[in-house]
Every structure is written in C-alpha cells, then in structure tokens.
C-alpha cells in the first residue's frame, strides 16, 4: 500500500486541518492526533508518527518565519506610501485651491470678453445698417461677423440678416476694384463656414451665397453670369464640394436652399465641370429619386436643367439614368414639377444619345400627354421638350405625327401667346418631315400660322414653321395665297425684327415658285416693296433671300416690268458691287430675267450697264455662275443694235473673245458664243472678231466641247463671221474648220446639225473652200441628211441648200455625177396622179423657204414660232430666175418631198453666193427653283414665253409655223437619186 511515489495516506488530513476554524480546540485536536495515529497504526511502513510530526512542525516554523518577514516588508512600504499620500493630498488641496482662482479669473475674462463683444457686435451691426457707412467698412464688419466663432447662433444669423438686406439694396451695382477684395473675403467666409452651422444658420449662409451670385452677375457684361473672380475665389475655398454635401443633407429645406445657391453660383463651365466632379450632379439625381417634397424636387429640377447645358454633365446624367427619373417626374401632380421636368428634358435632348434614351422610355408618349396639362406653362415647356425632340431626329418626327402630335400641336397655336410660340416651333421642326408639312395643311394648320404673323407682335416661329411648309409642299403655297398669307408676309418684310424679316423674304421666295403666287406678288405691289428693301434692308442677311424672291418672280413679264418701274434696275446694279458673291449671282441672275424685254433693255442701257458687265465679267473672284449671269444679260442686251455698235468700244466683244475657253465651264461659255452669236450680227463685228482672235477660239471649241448648246452657239456664231467676208473664209480654212465642220454633220443633235450646214453653205462660196469640203466627204454627208426622212424639214432644207451651194464647184458637180451614176434611178411601174401645171410638181409650196432657227429640246429659250421664223429669216433681194421645165427632175410615179423642196429652193435661192446670217434667240429668264445647269421642258417654254425684238434684218418671207410635211418615197435610194438628178440639172443650168 502506498508504493514509490504515492502520496502519504496521512496528507489528507492536513489538508482537513485548513478547515478547522480553531486547531486549538480540544475537540479538534483530539480528532487530528486519533486519526493520525490511526493512519500510522495501519501503515508500519510509513514510520514513526513522532517523527513526521518534528519533521512537519520545522517546516511550518520556517514558513511561517519567511512570510513573516515579507509582512514586515509590506508595513515598511506601506508606512512610505502612506507618507506619499499625505504629501500627494497636500498637492492636490492647493491645486483645487488654484483652480477656484483660475476659474474665478477664467469667469471674469468672460465676462469682459462677451461685454467687448457684444459691444463690438451691436458696432458692427450699427456699421451695417447705417446708411452713411463706406461700402468697404460695411463690408469689413460682414467678415468680422462671418469669421467670428464666438457670436452666438442668433446673434451670427440677425447678422447675415443685416448683411443679407445690404445686399440686396446695392444689387443693381456694379463691384469696383477697390470694393471687390473686400466681397472676396465675404464669400472666402461664407465658403469656411457652410457645412459647420446648424440647419439655420446653413439655410442663411446659402441664401447669402445666392445673393451674392446674383450681385456678381452686374460685373459682367453677360447679366447671367457672375463674375469668374467670384467663382473662382468660391472653388478655391472648396465650396462646390461643400454645397455637395449640403445636397445630401436629411433637412429638405437646406437642400432646397442649397439647389437654389448651386443654379445661381454654378453657370459657368468651369463651375459646372468642378460641380459635376464634386459629386453635385450625383446627389440632384439621388434627391430626384428618393425625395416627394415638391419644393425640393422643384428646385433640384431646376438646378438640374441648369447643369444639362454643358455637355459633360449631359453624359454624366446619361450614365447615372437621369433621362428616366426626368421623364417619371412628368407623371408629377406639381405644376412646377412638371415644368421644370419639361425643360430640364428640352436641355437633355439637345444631346443626341439623351434623344435616344428619350424614344426608348416612351418618351414622346409622355411629352405629348403633357400637352394635354391644364396649366399653360406646362404646355409652354412641353412644347419646348417637343421642339428640341424634333429637332435631330427624323424618327421623333415620324412618332410625333403617328402618335396625333401635329393636330395637338396646332390646336396649341390657338393658345396664349408663349405657348403658341414654342407649338410653332415644335411645327417648324416637325414640318422638316413632308408628310408633316402635308399633314399641318391638311388639319388647317396654316391659317393659325399666319394668324400668329399679323398684329404687333408677330411670331419668329410662325413664321420659320410657314416658310418650311411653302417650301416642301406645293400645295401649301396655293394656300398661304388664297388666305391672304401673301399680303401680311409682305408687311412683315417691312417689320423691325431681323430674323422675321428674313423668314418672310424666304417663305415669299417659296410662294414666288408657284405662278399664281408670281401675278399675286406684282398686284399687290409686292415686287416694288421687294426692290426698296433690297436698297434699305431692315436686316442685311435678308437681302439674299428677297433677291430670290425677285429672281424668281422675273420669270413673268409683269413681274419684270413691275422692277423697273420700282426702281429696281439700278438697284439690282448697284448690288453687283456687293462684297458677298451671292448677292452679286441673284441680282445678275435678276437683270439677265429682266433684259428680257425691250423696255428694260432700253433703260439699262441708259444706265451705261455695259461697262459694269465687261468688269464684272473680267474679274478676278468671280464665280462661275456669275460669270454664265453675266454674259447671258450680254446676250439679252446684243439685241439692241447700240450695243452691237459699241461692241468693239466699250471692249464687251474683247470680253467674250477672252472668255472662249472650256475652262470656265460650258454654262458660261455657251452664253458667251450665243452673246458672240447676236454681236457678229453686225458686220463691223465680224472683222473685229477676226482680229481679237475670236475664230480661232471658236474653232477651238467645236473641236473640244460636245456640250449640245454650246457647239449650237458656237455654230451660229462662225455662220455670222463666214457671211460675206472672204477673210474669214481663208481664216477659217486656215484653220482646218472645215474638217470639223464635216465631223459635226453627223452629230446626234438637229439644231448642231443645221448651224453646221448653214457654216459649210456660207464657206462653200469661196471655190477652194468648196472643193475642199467635196473632198472631205460633204457633198455625201448633205445628201445622207437631205434624204434622211427622219430628220426635220428644215435641217433638210438646210442640206440642200448648202448642196446646191456645193454644186457651183465643177469638182463637186463631177463628184455629185459619179455619185449619181453609182446610185441609177431604179425603173418602177408608173402611178396613177393628178395631173399638175407643167413643169410644177404636186403640192408646190410657193411660200419661200428661209433657213429657220426652231426650238430644240429642252431649251431654256423660249419664244414663239412666228418670232423665232423671223429671226432666222434671210433677206432676199437678189433676181430669181425661174427654172424651165427641162430642169425639174423626172417624175417616178408621183412627185418626191425632196423634188418639191428643190423646186422651191430654186425658186428663192438662185444666187448661189447670198450667206445666211441671223441671231439666236436670247438666254430664258432664269428660274433658280429648277437647276441653273437644267433647261426648262417645253411646257415650260410656254410659261415662260417673252416677247423677242424683231430680227433688224427683217425678212422677205416667211415659213409657215406649220411647215408641209415631205412626202414620203418608196426608198432611200430613190430619194438619194432625185436630190442628184435635181442639183446636177439645176447646177448645169445655172453654168450656162
């Protein structure tokens, strides 16, 4: 029991003795030794009891020996702090006793200071409210109060009150540079304090701000914007980041305030972009979503549509989805929610990316239901969200007019006059789209349009919205007519406001395309206001457009006498001298319509217009279609013999030699030659071409241009110079004209073809000319055209006459007889006939035959039959001898087209050397609603018919403006053989 290790079986029993409240005790005791004694009995082998107990009380005594030792320690050091203590509580009594003095004093500086204060306060508030106080001492007393900590809270707001009410009487001012600094410190201690007050005091401050802002404003010439010194001087004080968090404050009135104070202060772009980094546009966005105070909403609306100007912030917006909460906000039952929604979306959508997110939200759903707003400026401002979302976007356009936004539109226009204003131009933008423009005629949109233009006030967007419509659609200027919109347009030409003057010039112009509307403008002597305001513009940018107006009114004689009558012939002069190239090309393009008539021909000239024409002609920056102007009023004005006289002195022909080239375009170059054409009319003219150098530009120009009307011209122009005078016959050969001459024989076009038969019958008078066009094929292209019955009569007659002509040549005689001995007269079974008079071939006109200039295709010059026979006209005074009857062809069963053709001819034209010369007709007034580069239909020949001078050289006869038609043969080869028998006999005949 008990082996190596194991406890003591007696070790309990000390451990039972701790519990004993008193060893001593008898009872104890003799419980302790009875068991001890026990223990010892039961285990020999654990010794001796006397001995464990010795053992045990020696090691006790020194136990209790060494802890009474470190007691005696712990007396010794607690006598010491017991001293320390005494000492410390000494220390700390005279403390207290110097803290009651400290206070007593602290309490009595108080005291003092708050009497110095409220000494200097209630001086600074006299400083502030006395009248007669310097600017600057008032403004010194603002920063002591703002700047002060010590003020208390009512005290710093009676204060700004005061600093508040000075403000406000001295807005109106301006800053100076002696007062400005001193505003800067104001504003330097507005910016320090915000965000550390109480919700009052913060509300004061941002008032304060926003009054500033708005003082800052008149120290700029822009009245809405406040000086960049005093933003600046707010950014650098970190206050756009202050006013941020302002935004974010739990206080729906210190926000309200503080949206208010950001709209004003931040309007600048550098204002908006620091805003917009501080996080600003963020919290008006969070405000937006999570606030139902309207006056919040209202106003953050409103700083948002402020902040929507600069286009980072617009992109901003886009990100954060604030197109979406703008849009939900419309469903708002606030007035001024909804209004201030409505702008700050006209402001998003001037965005395109916003215009997009717009459509996709239903958008324009949304806006069109707001026109539908009791409240008339909600209706203003929905109409001007409605402007700008038409503005861009043909697909918005489309959408409104589906979704019935055009008729909700025009019933707005009956509204009061702000809101009529931005439905018109909602309309304007609308009727860019021609389905709307139809549309706005259709449900009678016109007549309030021009309603809105009459009265005292008229409407700039009315007016823009008309003029779209008459321009778009044809059938709204036969309505702006019929509603009397003619007359009041013409009355606002003559208004004060620049941009309606110059919307109505525009929309006259639209009307003047159609005819009724040209006769209208002329009766209600609306031409002659149109030249008077072209000489005393109300708005010179209108000038332009009334000139368009008149360009396109010239079209009708009475428009063109209605100018001159006006007054408007030197105007329209005077307005060449313009610095704008513009003005210049409509006022040309308006004298070229005019020169038209004899009348207004006679009074330019009188005007000595030459002179102005030749310079402008010969200038340096001068446009191409100024230049085709130009030299087609030299065309209208080569009528008048005058100017064929002075063709060589006043240097107009030197002018058109000069401009014979390709290189200004076949616009210009074919008024020059068709010019050149009526000047070489006059025979001096013709030397004087010679000699300028103007055959051989015009030879260069058959062999370059294949512009159709051009080579027409140029053609008329070398007949003119090749009628009798030998010198240009030689120059001509010289040249190798008759080689291209040839060529152009067979040009697709009949007018190129017949004044290229009138040049070669002209230069076939000199012999070697003549046999040098033999040689070059002629005789053969002449007979190909005189036979070919698809070409006219008169090209044909042309060819024969230039054939007979040819004939006079022994070597084309000989020629002409090979030809007829290839190509024999084929036997036919005779025809039944009616008998005619001998040596008379069935149906022979006796009308004589004169070569004749006839309309060609598409020309822009147009005259009447009768006119254009008698300018083509030749004069023919020379003997005509009869042909006997031995020289008539042989009759093949019936009398051939061409064998009455050359009966006829040779009864007018027996001298073979007469040269044919005539004039062209002139350019057709100018119509600048059609192409310039486009000549008019022949239908519109008929419209714009004027009347011609007469040719001077006057006529001997002329064709019938039915001319008969050629009898058909039974083949080419036929045909071919009767026009070589005829000119053989008839060139044999004329030998002898």
């Avoid at 055959?695 to 027409?712: P, Y």
């Amino acid at each position: 029991m008990g082996g190596k290790g194991a406890e003591p079986p007696w070790s309990n029993l000390f451990e039972i003795m701790h519990h004993v409240e008193d060893p001593d005790s008898t009872c104890a005791l003799c419980k302790f030794t009875a068991d001890l004694k026990s223990t010892f009995d039961t285990n020999p082998c654990c010794g001796s009891w006397e001995e464990f107990l010795t053992g045990k009380e020696k090691s006790l005594a020194e136990q209790e020996k060494e802890l009474q030792t470190k007691i005696e320690v712990q007396q010794h050091a607690r006598c010491r702090v017991m001293r320390d203590l005494e000492t410390i509580e000494g220390v700390m009594e005279g403390m207290k006793k110097e803290k009651q003095e400290i206070h007593m004093s602290r309490a009595f500086t108080q005291a003092a200071i708050r009497s110095i204060t409220n000494e200097t306060f209630a001086t600074q508030i006299d400083t502030l409210t006395n009248t007669t106080t310097e600017e600057v001492e008032k403004l010194r007393s603002a920063v002591w109060l703002l700047k002060n900590e010590k003020l208390k809270e009512d005290e710093l707001t009676k204060g700004m009150q005061q600093l508040e009410d000075y403000t406000i009487t001295v807005q109106e001012q301006a800053w100076n540079s002696t007062v400005l600094p001193f505003w800067l410190d104001v504003i330097s201690a507005l910016a320090t304090r915000l965000g550390k007050d109480l919700p009052t005091l913060q509300i004061a401050e941002t008032r304060l701000l926003t009054l500033l802002a708005r003082r800052a404003a008149h120290n700029t010439t822009n009245m809405a914007y406040p000086d960049s010194t005093v933003v600046d001087c707010f950014m650098q004080c970190n206050g756009l980041q202050k006013l941020t968090n302002l935004l974010k404050s739990i206080n729906d009135d210190v926000k309200a305030s503080t949206c208010i104070c950001v709209s004003e202060l931040c309007v600048t772009p550098s204002s908006k972009d620091a805003f917009a980094l501080a996080g600003g546009v963020e919290a008006l966005l969070h405000i937006m979503e999570a606030s139902r105070n309207e006056v919040v909403l209202r106003y953050a609306l409103r700083t948002l549509w402020n902040q929507a100007m600069n286009n980072t912030n617009k992109e901003v917006i886009r990100s954060k989805k604030g197109v979406a909460t703008v849009l939900h906000l419309l469903t708002m039952e606030s007035d001024e929610v909804v209004e201030n929604a409505c702008v700050a979306l006209g402001y998003l959508t001037l965005d395109v990316a916003n215009m997009e997110i717009v459509k996709e939200c239903n958008g324009i759903a949304t806006l069109l239901a707001t026109l539908r707003h009791p409240n008339p400026t909600v209706l203003c401002h929905a109409a001007g969200a409605l402007w700008h979302c038409a503005a861009n976007d043909p697909d918005n356009r489309v959408l409104i007019r589906e979704m019935g936004g055009i008729s909700a539109l025009i019933d707005l226009l009956r509204a009061e006059h702000h809101v009529a204003d931005n439905a018109a131009g909602a309309l304007w933008n609308c009727v860019v789209d021609e389905q709307n423009t139809k549309m706005v005629h259709a449900l009678g949109g016109l007549q309030p349009l021009i309603q809105l233009l009459t009265g005292s006030n008229p409407m700039e967007n009315a007016c823009g919205a008309l003029t779209k419509c008459c321009e778009l659609h044809a059938g709204t200027r036969a309505a702006v007519r019929k509603l009397d919109g003619l007359k009041i347009l013409i009355e606002l030409l003559k208004t004060q406001t620049s941009n309606i003057v110059c919307y109505a010039a525009t929309a006259i112009k639209n009307c003047a395309r159609n005819d009724l509307c040209k006769s209208a403008l002329v009766k209600m002597g609306g031409v002659a206001d149109l030249v008077q305001l072209v000489s005393n513009p109300t708005n010179p940018d209108s000038v332009e457009d009334i000139l368009g107006t008149l360009l396109i009114c010239s079209i009708k004689d009475p428009a063109k006498e209605a100018i001159r009558e006006a007054g408007g012939l030197p105007i329209l002069l005077n307005s060449l001298f313009s610095s704008a190239s513009i003005i210049k090309e409509k006022a040309m393009a308006t004298l070229r319509n005019c020169s038209t008539l004899a009348e207004n021909r006679n009074e330019l000239l009188q005007l000595n217009c030459v002179p102005t024409l030749v310079s402008t002609l010969q200038g340096s920056n001068v446009t191409t279609e100024l230049r085709e102007y130009t030299a087609a009023t030299l065309w209208n004005l080569a009528w008048d013999d005058r100017v064929k006289q002075s063709a060589m002195a006043d240097g107009s022909l030197a002018a058109l030699v000069n401009m014979l080239s390709l290189s200004y375009g076949d616009a210009v170059v074919e008024n020059v030659a068709g010019a050149m054409h009526s000047l070489t009319i006059h025979v001096a003219n013709r030397d004087h071409v010679r000699n300028l150098g103007g055959i051989h530009g015009l030879i260069s120009l058959l062999g370059t241009s294949t512009n159709e009307f051009v080579l027409e011209n140029t053609l008329g122009a070398l007949k003119n110079c090749t009628m009798n005078n030998p010198e240009n016959l030689v120059v001509l050969r010289e040249l190798q004209a008759p080689e291209i001459l040839v060529q152009l024989l067979g040009n697709t076009s009949e007018s190129v073809v017949r004044e290229c038969g009138w040049c070669l019958k002209n230069m076939a008078n000199d012999d070697v000319n003549s046999e040098l066009i033999g040689n070059l094929n002629g005789v053969q292209a002449f007979l190909q055209i005189a036979q070919d019955t698809s070409t006219s009569e008169n090209t044909r007659k042309v060819a024969i006459l230039a054939l007979k002509t040819l004939s006079t040549n022994p070597h084309n005689r000989a020629l002409m007889q090979t030809l007829s001995q290839q190509h024999p007269n084929p036997q036919q079974p005779p025809k039944p006939t009616t008998p005619t008079p001998k040596g008379a071939s069935g149906n022979q006109s006796t009308t004589s035959i004169s070569p004749t200039v006839t309309p060609t295709p598409q020309r822009t010059l147009p005259t009447s039959m009768s006119e254009q026979h008698q300018l083509a006209n030749v004069s023919t005074t020379s003997n005509t001898t009869t042909p006997s009857s031995n020289t008539a062809a042989p009759s093949m069963g019936g009398t051939s087209g061409i064998t009455q053709q050359m009966t006829s001819t040779q009864h007018q034209h027996n001298n073979q050397n007469q040269s044919h010369a005539s004039s062209p007709s002139p350019p057709a007034p100018f119509d600048p609603s059609t192409s310039a580069k486009t000549r008019a239909s022949p239908q519109d020949e008929a419209l714009l018919h004027a009347p011609q001078p007469t040719n001077q050289f006057g006529a001997a006869g002329s064709i019938s403006p039915n001319p008969q038609p050629l009898e058909s043969t039974t083949t080419s080869r036929r045909q071919f053989t009767h026009a070589t028998n005829v000119l053989l006999t008839s060139s044999q005949t004329m030998s002898g």
